[in-house]
T-cell receptor, first 115, second 113 residues
Framework: NAGVTQTPKFRILKIGQSMTLQCTQDMNHNYMYWYRQDPGMGLKLIYYSVGAGITDKGEVPNGYNVSRSTTEDFPLRLELAAPSQTSVYFC??????????????FGEGSRLTVL | QKEVEQNSGPLSVPEGAIASLNCTYSDRGSQSFFWYRQYSGKSPELIMSIYSNGDKEDGRFTAQLNKASQYVSLLIRDSQPSDSATYLCAGTPGITGRRALTFGSGTRLQVQP
């Protein structure tokens, strides 16, 4: 059971480039999330999805886009990368909504550097 | 004002001591709270959840919730060097309506052998 799989694990981008962070889960969870974590900081919610075809903005959505065409996949798109987007990105999923058990299953993270 | 606040630390305790980690929250609608442990370079993992006022114990860990004071804490008894990590407090959404956990910035715990 792979759980939540993120790719790539590391990436260096130049300012203005675009890329997609991939996230796949095999636990049949309806809820999926993208968080970013800056050095020494907590997790900030970028986007989340409560099911296929449904996405919503979190605290820091600017500069990002998401889609949820299947239950398993929740890719995060960075358009026109900026140095402020240098961070570690975590994808997570949960069976219950965050009003339920609150147990998020996290991927291993994707470390992105924008130069 | 941050929705969930934690002292960033580091909190340093000797091996075998009790480590006390604290968290306050601003959203009175938040009902449930969670403590995640994050080792350096790793992803967070859930260690405790608490849904009602009072204490909840699980092994060496005790979570405490006081909704009137909007205060959550985590006690780690008999602290071990392997407990050295960053502890993230998270709360469920209340008035924000956002169906996702809100995390604090984390407290770094160092347990000295």
């Amino acid at each position: 059971n792979a759980g939540v799989t993120q790719t790539p694990k590391f990436r260096i981008l130049k300012i203005g480039q675009s890329m997609t962070l991939q996230c796949t889960q095999d636990m049949n969870h309806n809820y999926m999330y993208w968080y970013r974590q800056d050095p020494g900081m907590g997790l900030k919610l970028i986007y989340y999805s409560v099911g296929a075809g449904i996405t919503d903005k979190g605290e820091v959505p600017n500069g990002y886009n998401v889609s949820r065409s299947t239950t398993e996949d929740f890719p995060l798109r960075l358009e026109l990368a900026a140095p402020s987007q240098t961070s570690v990105y975590f994808c997570a999923s949960s069976y219950h909504p965050s009003g339920g058990t609150g147990e998020l299953f996290f991927g291993e993270g994707s470390r992105l550097t924008v130069l | 004002q941050k929705e969930v606040e934690q002292n960033s630390g580091p909190l340093s305790v000797p091996e075998g001591a009790i480590a006390s980690l604290n968290c306050t929250y601003s959203d009175r609608g938040s009902q449930s709270f969670f403590w995640y442990r994050q080792y350096s370079g790793k992803s967070p993992e859930l260690i405790m959840s608490i849904y009602s006022n009072g204490d909840k114990e699980d092994g060496r860990f005790t979570a405490q919730l006081n909704k009137a004071s909007q205060y959550v804490s985590l006690l780690i008894r008999d602290s071990q060097p392997s407990d050295s990590a960053t502890y993230l407090c998270a709360g469920t959404p209340g008035i924000t309506g956002r169906r996702a956990l809100t995390f604090g910035s984390g407290t770094r715990l160092q347990v000295q052998p």
